[in-house]
């Protein structure tokens, strides 16, 4: 709020008023409400199959197209890889078997997941940076190392080594993982 607020403007976003509507796209809130339906029926099937939303798919087909952009909400907001179109579906359809390579990926969102609740445990903010030490087994390894670009973004290390550590049990799928989070000072 400080960088893009002018002169005139609130000291604090807290303190404004909510912004008045130019002009309103009937266009865009249909879409936006048939996308809503799809998002609710999509995580409705996910909640009754017991796959948590961590975990992605590899699709869900529905009967109608929703547009390119809005397929793309669709997909981050179920967490699938692939809008597919079937007028033959009745209601929508989610793919829910699970591939090895969809798998990992699941478990490496729970233990990006499960690394930021121990950050949090430990008083640690955002821009705090940390090393850390993983000690797994080999299966635990491969996820890590397939996904450690990304997992050494979201979790704020500059460093992850595998080896001997003491620290904090967690659990990522079928994996376990004793990880030692070093603070950067």
Known sequence: WREIKEKDDEE?????????????????????GTLREEVTKAL??????????????????????????YEALLLDEVN??????????????????????????????????????????????????????????DSGEAVVKTFLAEIKNKIGADSIEFGDANGEEIKAGKHSFTIELKTQN
């Open 12 to 32: 604090s976003v807290h303190l404004a008023s909510w912004p008045k509507a130019k002009r309103t796209d009937d266009k865009v809130l249909l879409a936006m």
């Open 44 to 69: 409705e099937l996910r909640s009754k199959s017991g796959i948590k939303i961590r975990q992605p798919l590899a699709s869900v087909t529905l009967n109608v197209s929703l547009g390119d952009q």
């Open 80 to 137: 699938v890889k692939e809008v597919k179109i079937d007028s033959n579906v009745q209601v929508i359809d989610l793919d829910l078997k699970i591939t090895p390579e969809l798998q990992m990926e699941g478990d490496a969102r729970e233990f990006m997941r499960a690394v930021q609740d121990l950050r949090k445990q430990l008083g640690l903010s955002a821009q705090d940076r940390v090393n850390l030490i993983v000690q797994t087994s």
